[in-house]
Each structure stands twice: as C-alpha cells, then as structure tokens.
C-alpha cells in the first residue's frame, strides 16, 4: 500500500487530468474561513499546470446527502483558487456534478487551465460507490490523481470507484506525504518508537491502542480514555468521563504490553474540577492529585503536572513520535497544561513528530506549535485508521508503482 504512483511518476501533457481534492472546508455566509485545505493542494495543482495538463478538480463539501444545497456549492472555493494560483479556475455549475456545464467546459480546455466541478456529494451515488457516477467522472478524463488523504478511508465514486474506469491513478503530493509519514511511522518506525494516545474515548481508540502495542516502544494515554484505564487498576475515578463496557479491554492492553515488554504510560497525577465546563471555555477552579485520589464527587480534565512531566521526558529519547488526541479540555486555557506541555514537548524534540489529524492537529495548530512538527496529517478518520494498520480504499486504488 506504501508504494504508489504518483504526480512525479506520470505524463499529463496535453491530458485530461481528474484531481480528487479535499475542499471540505468551513463556510460562513458564503465566505470561507479557514483555507488550509486550499492552500495544502496547491502544491499538487501547480505541478500538473506546469506540466501541461488540463487540470479538472473535484471535492465534496458538507453533507449535502445526495441533493443540491447552494450553502454546499463549491463556487466560493473557486473563486479562492483563482486567486491563490493567480489563473482562473473556471467553475461547473452542475447540480448533477458531470453536466453539461461540465462537459463543455472540459471540451474547450488547453494545457494548464484549470475546471472546478460541482460538490460530488450533490449525487446520492457518490457515497455509495455507485457504477454509473463513476463512469461518468471517468468520462472526462485520461489520468486520475487522488489527493484526497481526508477522505481515503472511504470507498466512494470520486476517489475509488472512478478508478475503475481510467487507466492511469496516481496520487498527489499530500496524499504521498502522509503515506510517506503516517505509513513509515508505523510499518517502519526509526526507534526508538514513541505513540501517544488521547481524545475522550476508548472506544473510538480500540483497535489503534492494540496495533501500536505491537509496532512501539512506548505507548502514552492520557484525555478522556485515561479514566478507563485508571478505573481498569482498580482506583476511583470519582465522575471522569469511564466507558465501563471497555475495563477489561483496558485490563487486556495493560497485560498485552507487559508480555509484549513495552511502556504503557499512564496518568500518576490528574487535574481535578467539580464538573465539566459550561461553556467549554468558562472560568474554572481546579486542582490537582493523585491518579489513585480522585476524590467521589470530582471530574478529571486534564493531566497533571507530575505526569505533564513524566510524559515530556518519555518524548525526549524518542526518535519516531506518533500522537492522537489530546491529553484534556484544551479549549479551555485552564485545561490545556497537559496537551500543551506534550506539545512543547514535541516542538523540542529532534524526533520525526507525526500528528494524526482531528483535534490533536487543531491543538497543536490553536497552541502555535504547527511549524514545529515534522507532519500534521489532513485526515481525521483516515489517520486513525492507518494507525490501526488498516488498508485505506484511496490509498490501494492507486496504481502501483
């Protein structure tokens, strides 16, 4: 799966190029308010333009569930794109995506023009991987290039069935990035091997807490998911955040990693409040204790300082850090010690440090830290689901090399 054509490996002179992008970003009355997304494909786009290829771009946007939503149109991200490329981006105003807006469009093309097509989720099909949206798509191309990595764990028409249908699939610079980061981490880790673990919960971190046991050679928990573990020893957790149906898979990991001879890190010391915050960023009086002292009628937040510490340290040695989730309520500036002394901690390393998307990526972001990290992955679910060791459906539709 590590092993793809990509832009690089490919001629697009003179040829009709179909480029899965991810514009999946937020709009405000019709403006958009965070272009990192935008700016991310750039690279990819730029190099099929320079290369003479008559660039077609496709995205979804929202959840507009199969039907026509203008709050959901891709018409603002074309305007954007002009500017950002400084060329127009001609704009497909199809409702039903490959139209003929489309078509003469992609007809009147010359080398390095750039066409934007209408938000692919405008078509019931294309979540569902439907045959006859797929041939479509393909019908206006001769090369595929995925540069979705966001949406490469999903098997739907414009990043996998579509592949079906044209000969050439490559994929683009950031979905080559993150093969590249997230699947050496963690196929081929330069040792040794740190992974840290947060976010709220267990659940929605089985699978990846278990792969990473096996490829680490430390493995840190901390946010929400921590409280399991800590109940999983047998201490009072009091009201934290416990998914009870998972102690004794957490009871399974901790014995796991000691058969395996591995660190499992867990909170010595937690930072307490009575409840939860309303708003999430409210003035809060905290205080910190013991793991193991958590009195009945408190809630964990956040790690603590001791354990901020012990963490920061572990990252020090590391030459490989993985890290999801982040280590309490960091949107809360009371709240945010822990995910920010990990980061910091990061910052300082000379470690390879891969952050995998979804909020551990906003915090690191939010808290200043982007630049220092060696890669922050594009794609929430998709990275989890690499550090799960599981195949991705955009990532295997590529052409070998």
């Not at 278990?210 to 800590?230: Q, R, W």
């Not at 490989?320 to 949107?331: A, I, K, L, R």
Request: proline share 4%; charged share 25%.
């Amino acid at each position: 799966m590590l092993n793809k054509k990509s832009v690089d490996d490919i001629n697009v002179k003179g040829k009709k190029v179909l480029v899965r992008c991810d514009f999946n970003v937020p709009l405000k009355e019709g403006k958009i308010t965070d272009e990192n997304r935008l700016v991310a494909a750039l690279p990819t786009i730029k190099k099929l333009i320079a290369d003479g290829g008559r660039v077609i771009l496709c995205s979804h946007l929202g959840k507009p569930k199969g039907e026509p939503k203008p709050e959901l149109s891709l018409a603002p991200v074309a305007v954007r794109l002009s500017e950002l490329l400084g060329q127009e981006v001609k704009f497909a105003a199809d409702d039903e995506v490959v139209g003929a807006n489309a078509k003469a469009a992609v007809e009147a093309m010359k080398d390095g023009e750039v066409v934007l097509l209408q938000n692919t989720r405008y078509r019931v099909e294309e979540t569902k991987n439907g045959e006859a949206f797929s041939k479509e798509l393909a019908s206006l191309c001769d090369v595929f290039v995925n540069d979705a990595f966001g949406t490469a764990h999903r098997a739907h028409c414009s990043n996998v069935g579509v592949t079906a249908f044209v000969d050439e699939c490559a994929v683009g610079y950031l979905m080559q990035k993150e093969i590249d980061f997230l699947g050496n981490a963690v196929n081929n880790p330069v040792r040794p091997f740190v992974a840290i673990l947060g976010g709220a919960k267990v659940a929605d971190k089985l699978n990846v807490i278990s792969n990473l046991l096996e490829k680490c050679d430390t493995l840190i928990i901390g946010g929400g998911m921590a409280y399991t573990f800590l109940k999983a020893k047998g201490y009072e957790v009091g009201t934290s955040l416990v998914d009870d149906t998972k102690i004794d898979y957490c009871k399974e990991m901790m014995d796991k990693a000691e058969k395996l001879g591995k660190k499992l890190l867990l909170p010595i010391d937690t930072t307490i409040a009575a409840a939860f915050p309303s708003p999430i960023d409210a003035e809060i009086e905290v205080s910190v204790v013991k793991s193991d002292a958590i009195p009945a009628d408190m809630m964990g937040l956040d790690i603590g300082t001791e354990t901020a510490a012990l963490y920061a340290d572990a990252v020090k040695s590391a030459k490989t850090v993985v890290w999801n989730g982040p280590m309490g309520v960091f949107e809360n500036p009371i709240l945010a010690k822990g995910t920010i002394a990990v980061a910091k901690s990061l910052a300082e390393t000379d470690a390879t440090t891969i952050i995998g998307g979804g909020d551990s990526a906003a915090a690191v972001n939010q808290l200043g830290f982007g630049d220092k990290m060696s890669h922050i992955s594009t794609g929430g679910g998709a990275s989890l689901e690499f550090l799960e060791g599981k195949e991705l459906p955009g990532v295997v539709a590529a052409d070998d090399k």
